[in-house]
């Protein structure tokens, strides 16, 4: 079966037969016929949950807003020559989240809600594939803390068609959230008709570390990324063989490199969704880092560490997209708009400028635009 037009016919028989179509698939694919939305009174009430449990994600969602709270963009406004210049930042007006089924992933919808509520963002709508006909509860609680009630339980590429088309839940803006490859194929296909925040691939994961390094830790850590999936990846770059040994049974991709700056040139190639450097000085190679979803320093930086409880966000480009792509911001929830108010004085001053390159680009209405203003004078 080939995937594109597979998801291509989901996406046009959801385009074209509205909810219906929705309906029918999630039959077909997750064996439900209910309704499609959450009704709040169906959350269950936080202190349902063990204290211990719910302890733990309201700690992890402070210290994941308090860290991207520090990330915020600002409004960047200049004058210059009696003109103001600049650039202002906007929230996106309604996103979608995915949250994928199987495990529960409560720090999936933690990891993007939250930049996005920070981000001003004015509707959220989560969608997940439900599990025995009910949404993950450790994701309901998320949340029901967070205080977002429009929650779907629809999966696969038609949650997508859903959120791109309005088709059984709102419309959206922009669509955020890992998935299997049909969710991926989705995002890919309804783009420009929605925006994604990316394309997500297996986890990945890299390791720089010389003699210094816990080899139990680095074991730990490369296991932990392939925990993920059969096609998860993970590399050791090393300069130490007894740790390159030790590490033979763990399903890692090993190198073992003469020197730390090879390491660096070979992780740069990779261009890892995680890159891990446990060296003696590792701080000290951080400018080297040219390709990277994320850098975690020292033995005490785990990447699972990153993924739960840092703060700092775990959706990180994959794949190599580390080469053009970044982690996930507040700055993805928003739009900066370019903003310019010239005065007479510098336009005269400078419309010369505009009026060559027209005469250049043979834009005779663009000249046109240009040249009625100096009638004014």
């Known amino acids: 079966m080939e995937i594109k037009p597979y998801v291509a016919n989901i996406l046009d028989e959801i385009e074209s037969e509205g909810l219906t179509a929705v309906r029918k698939f999630s039959e077909e694919f997750d064996d439900y016929r209910g309704p499609l939305k959450v009704e709040k009174e169906s959350f269950l009430s936080p202190e349902e949950f063990p204290p211990e449990e719910l302890g733990a994600i309201r700690s992890a969602i ?56 920070l981000a001003g963002v004015g509707e959220i709508v989560v969608t997940s594939p439900p599990s025995d006909g009910e949404v993950d509860p450790y994701v309901l609680l998320v949340a029901n803390i967070l205080g977002i009630d429009k929650v779907y339980r629809l999966g696969g590429a038609q949650a997508i068609g859903a959120l791109a088309y309005g088709t059984g839940l709102p419309a959206v803006d922009k669509i955020f959230g890992p998935g299997n490859k049909y969710v991926n194929e989705a995002k890919r296909q309804v783009y420009g008709e929605v925006g994604i925040d990316g394309l997500a691939g297996p986890s990945e994961v890299c390791v720089i570390a010389d003699e210094t390094a ?19 990846r993970a590399w050791l770059l090393t300069t130490s063989s007894e740790l390159a040994d030790h590490c033979t049974n763990s399903r890692a991709e090993i190198e073992l490199k003469d020197d730390l700056e090879s390491c660096l040139d070979r992780a740069n190639d990779i261009a890892p ?70 005065g007479s004085e510098e336009y005269f001053a400078t419309s010369d400028i505009g009026k060559k390159l027209a005469k250049i680009e043979r834009m005779a209405d663009h000249l046109n635009s240009l040249e009625v203003r100096e009638d004014e004078t």
């Not at 951080?286 to 033995?299: E, F, I, M, Q």
């Open 62 to 117: 402070d210290r994941i807003r308090s860290h991207h709270s520090r990330t915020i963009p600002e409004d960047n406004l200049y004058l210059k020559s009696g003109s103001l210049y600049g650039t202002v930042f906007r929230a996106i007006d309604k996103i979608g989240i995915y949250v994928p089924g199987g495990r529960p992933l409560p720090s999936s919808l933690m990891m993007t809600a939250i930049p996005a509520q």
């Open 214 to 232: 816990d080899k139990t830790h680095v074991l730990a850590d490369l296991r932990s990324q392939l925990e993920h999936g059969e096609d998860s």
């Open 273 to 342: 969704e995680h890159l891990e450097i446990m060296t003696a000085d590792g701080a000290t190679l951080l400018d080297d880092v040219k390709n990277a979803g994320a850098v975690y320093l020292g033995s005490f930086t785990p990447a699972a560490a990153a993924d739960y409880f840092l703060g700092v966000n775990h959706v990180l480009p994959t794949g190599g997209a580390a080469r053009f792509d970044s982690v996930l911001t507040v700055r993805d929830f928003m739009k900066p708009v370019s903003v310019a108010n010239v």
